[in-house]
């Protein structure tokens, strides 16, 4: 008995002796002193993952430390975003932070979070999203599309991959008062697929997934669902160019914990900005189909801000939450 | 039905320990069955409508799979007990034991498990398997010095180069 | 197209760099496959970081090596300690094990093999030859024939049940709600999670095979450790012919390996549905055509072959949608999608224009990756069974803590573990009770599939159930869905099919 006491009081002595040694050595030396980890908040080898590394390979000789990459998937891309927000707030825990888990999941679930709890240190990436019928299908323009539904009193059926791409349908639904019914597939390829197969009608679904069957004639592209038209698929026009003033963008970024301090996060900032110019991680960008556009920390907070407010209503819209 | 418990009752009381039971197939049926249709109950009507939210969407709601679930595992509950019911007069049916020296066996390796996941982010890796090895093989009866101080130490180490130098994970 | 393959060869076998990054893949496959808690998933997953900077063809026969391996490697661990190594390997425990333990690992270990490899060239040949027309067919497939197609797979249940009927059907409803657990896949709000962030993205397959098929089983093994036994795991050979296969052995059960290698095929073919599908449904369908049903589950080689040839046929199969379509059959094409993107490829109907020479190479290494991996377990498993007859004192503590370890390494989480633990106890009470854990994990791993395909088809055909009969391939799933329960019923009825 009085053996395991001991032991019990040796193992307490040397956890809090590497607890203090921790701090006081943080505290005397300059930012970053040591390696900085980036919370990735879904897994490996995934778009948003193949990415996040290479912008952590970009930004290390800016900040003059390694930076690790550690991946936190799960919870619809919430995880890694709560991960980030329980580590201390001294600016050595970095995440990804996406858009649908900062401003539309909080509305579906319950998550220890609001975009407000975070300071961000830019944007990197933007989602374009397109709308495609089927080589063969009868609807040349939305006016068809919208036309025929209106003539099924039970609604048309579209295919897509999550949130916020139903949300187009069931804006142009409210303004025209026709009906459109949301089929979730897991990925935007499968969303793609079910219109190939002839299963659903229409479907909303990020370019990167269209573009393949755009550029074989498979599918025909109606509009870009973006704000402004598509970079790959110049002549196609806008929602609002026709008239449905609708758009819906989704977005990549970096952030922190709100509570690490301003000259931290202004480091961070600068480091990430430069990094963002780095040509390997332009290419990579690039590869994966993802246009790459810099927003600064401010704006990217605002954008997510507006989204969260924004979804809350279209979610009740649709009927999908309370 | 009070007597099934009773009889299951006077069982584990006779078995020396506390942690043994010995009880025929009938009896086992009838009380899973029992288990089985207050749990299907619980989930249809505590469970689903706390942990599902009630939202309208096209097709079939969020708890209609669910529900169904939950009726035809009432279903399949009562089966099961009726079928344990008309066995339990049965002779030469079959017997479930649980041996108090095996479960408790059993038991106590989950503990020094769970333990060892407490511990795990407390302690780290290294520290907390060693521990939970050496704990492990000396408790199923593994003796000899030469055997447990490679295997407690060398195996930890080994897996945690691979993880972390080979496969890139971090371990705490 | 001849002049194309020649040349996918000839890159991959005049180029040391290329045989080495594919003899990588395959070793590291075989190795994480075989420890019970690491996957073929997960070797995948963490090679393609290092991919970034390999050549295209370099780094896809790797990841290729990696997945055959990995997917073999599952058995290695079912025969040797009875607890898969990989989900796809959960099907050939129930014989493998038995086999082992009749000191016939070596026998069985070689029967897994030569099933694995016929069974991934044959899905090779298929793919080589008529991807582009089975992906084709396969978009025929939309919710409403998934959704029968499930409904048929649920019958499998039947042969995975043991002796009682309800208790199969209890196994397999317990597996159905756990895969409800998580974010619904309809209305994407959460079910059963109760806050727990670590719930929402639902259960994970490895979390519930590692807790209920591998932790449990040794939970169960270890009774015997308390009747003071400190004996090696698994006796050695009885005899030399146990440790070989015959021609004979591997040629009579051709039938069966040449119907599990068209089931996973077509399954793999099939986005969405996996391995670990088609091992169980190769298995139960050799069951039930079997000439010697009994012998199931008691050490049947058939039985090895049918749940080996089925789940390795996915590996070349699953590139069908994939290089096809642009659709990952499962999550192993799904982190194989990343990897031809980080190399500037996407894989989809433009593949075979814009980079022909890399989906040869990849083809070459795909049926390369076999021949290296016999040479590999020829070369060494009888390491693998060496150490299987280690005493059971320092097997059983060692699989507990690489249990732990691969389910911790999932998500870093401890959450995860603790959920391990619980289906371990629930797994462990299932067994002792005469319920089959196997069909909880056909519930676990159908619920998803069944539940997002009935709902989708219900969304689009604005809950009219007529959907479900309106095309030729559900009416052709309904005949053997029907035909199924008519064959488990018959069978129990005369006693044949029992165990």
């Known amino acids: ?322 | 039905m009070l007597q099934v418990y009773k009889s299951m009752y006077v069982k584990i009381a006779h078995c020396k320990g506390g942690m043994g039971m010995k009880f025929s197939e009938a009896t086992a049926e009838q009380v899973t069955g029992v288990s089985l249709g207050v749990f299907s109950l619980l989930l249809y009507f505590v469970l689903i409508p706390w942990q599902i939210a009630d939202v309208k969407v096209a097709g079939v709601t969020p708890r209609f799979l669910p529900e169904a679930l939950a009726i035809f595992m009432l279903i399949l509950s009562i089966c099961l007990f009726v079928n344990g019911y008309g066995k339990r007069t049965n002779v030469g049916q079959k017997y479930y034991s649980f041996a108090p020296k095996e479960t408790a066996l059993v038991v106590k390796s989950l503990l020094i498990l769970s333990g060892y996941i407490v511990l795990l982010e407390v302690l780290g890796y290294l520290l907390t398997t060693i521990a939970a090895l050496g704990l492990l093989m000396y408790m199923y009866g593994q003796r000899r010095i030469k055997i447990l101080i490679p295997v407690t130490i060398g195996l930890p180490v080994v897996i945690y180069l691979f993880f972390t130098k080979v496969l890139q994970i971090v371990l705490p | 197209m001849l002049d194309l393959m020649l040349n996918g060869f000839a890159t991959i076998l005049f180029s040391p760099t290329n045989l080495m990054y594919l003899f990588a893949g395959v070793t590291l496959g075989i190795l994480m496959g075989s420890i019970p808690g690491l996957t073929a998933t997960m070797a995948i997953a963490l090679i393609v970081p290092l991919t970034y900077y390999m050549e295209p063809v370099q780094s896809l026969i790797m990841l290729m090596g990696a997945f055959n391996g990995g997917t073999f490697g599952g058995s290695i661990s079912a025969i040797l300690i009875g607890t898969p190594g990989t989900p796809a390997a959960a099907a050939t425990v129930a014989d493998g094990f038995k086999l082992g333990l009749a000191g016939k690992a070596g026998k069985a270990i070689k029967m897994a093999l030569m099933a694995s490899i016929t069974g991934c060239l044959f899905s090779c040949i298929v793919l080589i030859l008529v991807a582009e027309p089975v992906a084709r067919y396969a978009l025929k497939f939309g919710p409403a024939e998934y959704t029968v197609l499930m409904v048929f797979s649920l019958t499998i249940n039947g042969s995975a049940a043991g002796k009682s009927i309800i208790k199969g059907l209890i196994g397999g409803s317990l597996g159905l709600l756990f895969g409800m657990v998580g974010l619904d896949p309809i209305a994407s709000i959460p079910r059963f999670t109760f806050d727990q962030p670590i719930l929402s993205s639902g259960i994970d397959l490895v979390v519930m095979l590692i807790g209920s098929l591998a932790f449990s089983e040794v939970l169960v093994q270890i009774e015997a450790v308390a009747k003071g036994k400190v004996k090696a795991h698994m006796p050695p050979p009885q005899s030399p012919d146990d440790e070989r296969l015959s021609f004979k052995e591997y040629w009579t059960n051709i039938r069966t390996i040449v119907r599990s290698a068209f089931i996973g095929c077509g399954i793999g073919a099939l986005p969405g549905l996996g391995p670990t599908l088609a091992a169980y449904v190769g298995y139960d369908i050799a069951k039930r055509n079997s000439k010697h049903p009994e012998e199931f589950g008691q050490g049947s080689l058939e039985g090895v072959a049918a749940a080996e040839t089925a789940n390795n046929a996915v590996c070349g199969a699953n590139l069908i949608p994939l290089l096809a379509l642009g659709v990952p059959g499962d999550t192993v094409a799904a982190i194989m999608i990343g990897a031809f993107m980080v190399q500037g490829l996407t894989p989809g109907p433009m593949i075979f224009r814009e980079a022909p020479e890399v989906v040869a190479g990849l083809y070459a290494g795909l049926i390369l990756s076999n021949l290296l991996l016999a040479v590999l377990v020829l070369a060494f498993y009888r390491v693998f069974t060496k150490v299987s007859q280690l005493e059971t004192t320092i097997i059983f503590p060692a699989v507990f803590m690489f249990c732990t370890i691969g389910v911790y390494a999932l998500n870093q989480n401890v959450s995860d573990l603790w959920l391990m633990m619980l289906f371990a106890v629930l797994g462990y009470i299932m067994v002792k009770l005469d319920y089959s854990p196997a069909t909880m994990m056909i519930g676990f791993i159908l619920s998803p599939l069944f539940e997002v395909n009935l709902r989708q088809a219900l969304i689009i055909s604005s809950n009219n159930p007529s959907i479900f009969f309106s095309t030729p391939i559900t009416w052709f799933f309904w005949v053997i869905t029907i035909y199924s329960i008519f064959t488990i019923t018959r069978s129990r009825r005369k006693g044949k099919l029992v165990v």
């Open chain 1, 1 to 322: 008995m009085k053996n395991k006491k001991s032991w019990m009081l040796v193992a307490v002595c040397l956890c809090l002796i590497m607890v203090v040694s921790g701090c006081s050595q943080k505290k005397a030396e300059k930012f970053p002193s040591e390696p900085i980890t980036l919370i990735v908040n879904y897994g490996g080898g995934g778009g948003t993952d193949i990415t996040a590394r290479a912008l952590a390979k970009a930004v290390e000789p800016f900040l003059g430390v390694p930076v690790t990459v550690v991946n936190k998937a799960g919870g619809a891309g919430t995880a890694g975003i709560i991960e980030m927000k329980s580590k201390k707030p001294d600016g050595y825990s970095v995440g990804v932070v996406t858009y649908a888990p900062l401003a539309i999941v909080p509305h579906q679930m319950k998550v220890p979070y609001t975009p407000e709890d975070f300071k961000y240190i830019m944007g990197y990436g933007i989602y374009r999203y397109g709308l495609a019928v089927k080589k063969d299908s009868p609807y040349k323009t939305v006016d068809d599309l919208v036309k025929a539904a209106a003539a099924k009193p039970d609604g048309m059926a579209f295919s897509a991959s999550g949130y916020p791409q139903p949300f187009v349908m069931q804006k142009i639904g409210a303004l025209k008062n026709v009906k459109f019914n949301y089929v979730p597939t897991k990925s935007g390829s499968e969303a793609a697929t079910a219109v190939l197969g002839g299963h659903v009608e229409v479907t909303i679904a990020v370019m990167a997934d269209l573009m393949q069957f755009v550029k074989t004639g498979e599918l025909r592209l109606l509009a870009s669902v973006s704000s402004d038209r598509l970079d790959i698929s110049p002549n196609t026009p806008t929602l609002k160019e026709l008239g449905y003033d609708i758009a819906i963008n989704s977005y990549m970024g970096i952030g922190v914990s709100k509570n690490v301090p301003d000259d931290r996060l202004k480091i961070l900032r600068e480091a990430f900005a430069k990094a963002f110019k780095d040509q390997a991680f332009q290419d990579i960008m690039k590869k994966t189909s993802v246009p790459a556009k810099y927003i600064d920390g401010e704006e990217f907070g605002k954008l997510c801000s507006d989204g969260y407010k924004e979804s809350e209503q279209n979610l009740k819209a649709m009927g999908v939450k309370k």
